[in-house]
């Protein structure tokens, strides 16, 4: 065969592949696709508008309607890696690129910023017939036949020109899950829309001036717990199948061609996150519970170095607190223990966990419920107290008036006598690990709030990790070596992570559901059926 038949062939190939991707003939339906949103009168000149980004970010988020997802597993997420994943989380691209475009959510670690300088036509072909990789799932990326040729494209365009990646933010938004932004700023734009009679976000009929409106879950758990989240539809507005009356608009409407966005929106987020508790007393318990765990690593502020000088003074048995570091002494933790009992618990004296302190609990406080009681806690949190003419438990350097807020709607409402579900002198729980199975493989429906997931679709079979993300086996070997951390966790999620393991309390897990989850993982069956 000549060069030039050769060349002929491949030209006449590579143009039949681009004009099977390109055709829109061979595109569904409507009615398959998602409900309130028809592409059929698609318009070619609005490819590169604005209105094509803002629908490429709500088909990002979900592009079917509950219910309506594609009959089966998207194939590459149907390889056994994330046994127990729902169908339709497998069909949203958020589920494997996630809010920020960083990627590592459950199997795949793909940077969504590095692929926005490709041609478009490239990442249509991409998301459309899927390309080549040593790893043969990538090939089941195809979309063709699913989406439309228009909504395709309205993908590529948001990817390339309106998703904000962490990368392409100055400066960046968050630190440690934190906003970093102006707060008295940002309750101006909640409470205020431009050139409108009435309030913005803080309108009744939507998020109310107290952050929990006319929605399912308040404002301020949102921005907390899935900041990036936050941002995403705060920007966008949300999906097609969540939109509800009135419709919540996207921020860049209301401020049109603002080069100050990103500001606005940060200020917006560190508002809601500071100021739109769910408790009274202004703090949410959810963030407390990582800050007890390990307020460095949640707020991600330097250690310090030098023993906490109440830990020196107090302690009374060193042979039995080996394990304690220097950083170590500074976290609630350290002397009041992950089973909230202090020296009458775990960390009780002759028990040999290495991490004795001689203080007390902090669940049978007279008057623990009590608003006397929470001011008191605040005060003393950051204040301290004198003893013998020195000041102890003085935090306030490191520890806000917000974080200490967040630690007593912890400490208040969500601090539980973990006795009644976890074994105090026997590795294991109290739960059953018939339903702690069921709630591990596949997770936990609850009705308006699209359920919990299953913990194997992040923390998947074998020996091969999600990105980050341990392993079953390896989370397992965690759950095993300290019981306490590990219910304390998987109901605040650790410090520092909320992104990547979301708290299980978010979901509506109980603790019943979660020594149930924990029973499971020290059954027998566990390690046969996650090899």
């Known amino acids: 065969m000549t060069k030039q038949s050769i060349l002929y062939l491949s030209l006449l190939?590579?143009?039949?592949?681009?004009?099977?991707?390109?055709?829109?003939?061979?595109?569904?339906?409507?009615?398959?696709?998602?409900?309130?949103?028809?592409?059929?009168?698609?318009?070619?000149?609005?490819?590169?508008?604005?209105?094509?980004?803002d629908r490429g970010a709500k088909l990002y988020d979900q592009w079917f309607a509950p219910g309506e997802a594609p009959a089966d597993m998207n194939p590459m997420l149907a390889n056994g890696r994330v046994a127990g994943m729902t169908i339709e989380q497998s069909w949203r691209c958020v589920?494997?690129?996630t809010w920020s475009g960083s990627g590592g959510t459950f199997?795949?670690?793909?940077?969504?910023?590095?692929?926005?300088?490709?041609?478009?036509?490239?990442?249509?072909?991409?998301?459309?017939?899927?390309?080549?990789?040593?790893?043969?799932?990538?090939?089941?990326?195809?979309?063709?036949?699913?989406?439309t040729s228009a909504q395709m494209?309205?993908?590529?365009?948001?990817?390339?020109?309106?998703?904000?990646?962490?990368?392409?933010?100055?400066?960046?938004?968050?630190?440690g899950g934190k906003?970093?932004?102006?707060?008295?700023?940002?309750?101006?734009?909640?409470?205020?829309?431009?050139?409108?009679?009435?309030?913005?976000?803080?309108?009744?009929?939507?998020?109310?001036?107290?952050?929990?409106?006319?929605?399912?879950?308040?404002?301020?758990?949102?921005?907390?717990?899935?900041?990036?989240?936050?941002?995403?539809?705060?920007?966008?507005?949300?999906?097609?199948?969540?939109?509800?009356?009135?419709?919540?608009?996207?921020?860049?409407?209301?401020?049109?061609?603002d080069p100050n966005m990103d500001e606005i929106l940060t200020d917006i987020l560190a508002y809601v996150q500071n100021s739109l508790p769910v408790l009274e007393i202004g703090g949410n318990p959810l963030r407390g519970g990582r800050l007890y765990d390990d307020y460095f690593k949640e707020k991600n502020i330097p250690r310090e170095n030098n023993?906490?000088?109440?830990?020196?003074?107090?302690?009374?048995?060193?042979?039995?607190?080996?394990?304690?570091?220097?950083?170590?002494?500074?976290?609630?933790?350290?002397?009041?223990?992950?089973?909230?009992?202090?020296?009458?618990?775990?960390?009780?004296?002759g028990n040999k966990s290495g991490f004795y302190s001689g203080f007390p609990g902090l669940l049978k406080v007279p008057g623990r419920n009590t608003d006397d009681l929470a001011s008191h806690l605040i005060n003393n949190i950051r204040a301290g107290y004198a003893e013998g003419g020195t000041v102890y438990h003085r935090f306030e350097i490191t520890i806000t008036e917000q974080d200490a807020k967040d630690l007593v709607a912890f400490i208040l409402t969500e601090m539980i006598d973990t006795e009644d579900y976890v074994l105090q002198n026997i590795n294991n729980t109290h739960g059953d690990a018939e339903r702690g199975k069921s709630l591990f493989t596949l997770g936990e429906p609850l009705e308006g709030q699209g359920g919990a997931p299953p913990c194997i679709s992040c923390h998947v079979a074998g020996?091969?990790?999600?990105?980050?993300?341990?392993?079953?086996?390896?989370?397992?070997?965690?759950?095993?070596?300290?019981?306490?951390?590990a219910f304390h966790r998987i109901r605040f999620s650790p410090p520092g992570q909320s992104e990547v393991m979301e708290p299980a309390i978010k979901y509506g897990l109980s603790p019943p559901d979660i020594a149930d989850i924990m029973a499971y993982i020290f059954s027998p069956d566990y390690d046969t059926d996650v090899q």
């Open 153 to 175: 494209y309205d993908l590529v365009y948001f990817i390339k020109k309106g998703m904000k990646f962490p990368e392409t933010y100055s400066p960046l938004p968050l630190q």
């Open 463 to 485: 020996a091969v990790p999600s990105g980050s993300i341990s392993t079953a086996l390896e989370m397992a070997d965690v759950v095993k070596a300290n019981r306490f951390l």
């Open 179 to 257: 906003a970093i932004g102006n707060s008295i700023s940002g309750k101006f734009w909640y409470e205020h829309e431009p050139g409108a009679a009435v309030a913005g976000c803080s309108n009744a009929g939507c998020h109310g001036l107290d952050g929990k409106g006319a929605v399912q879950v308040p404002i301020g758990i949102s921005a907390v717990g899935t900041p990036w989240r936050f941002l995403h539809i705060a920007r966008f507005g949300p999906a097609y199948p969540f939109q509800r009356e009135p419709v919540m608009p996207a921020v860049h409407d209301i401020f049109p061609n």
């Open 13 to 53: 190939f590579y143009g039949l592949v681009l004009g099977a991707c390109t055709v829109n003939s061979d595109d569904p339906p409507d009615s398959i696709r998602i409900s309130g949103f028809k592409q059929s009168s698609y318009n070619a000149l609005e490819k590169d508008s604005q209105a094509a980004i």
């Open 95 to 97: 589920t494997c690129h």
């Open 307 to 349: 023993p906490n000088p109440l830990w020196e003074n107090k302690r009374n048995d060193t042979e039995d607190a080996t394990a304690v570091t220097a950083a170590d002494t500074w976290r609630c933790i350290t002397c009041h223990g992950w089973d909230y009992a202090g020296d009458k618990g775990a960390f009780e004296l």
């Open 107 to 147: 199997t795949f670690s793909s940077l969504l910023v590095a692929q926005r300088g490709r041609p478009v036509d490239d990442m249509f072909r991409t998301i459309a017939v899927g390309f080549a990789s040593n790893d043969a799932s990538i090939q089941d990326h195809v979309f063709r036949g699913i989406l």
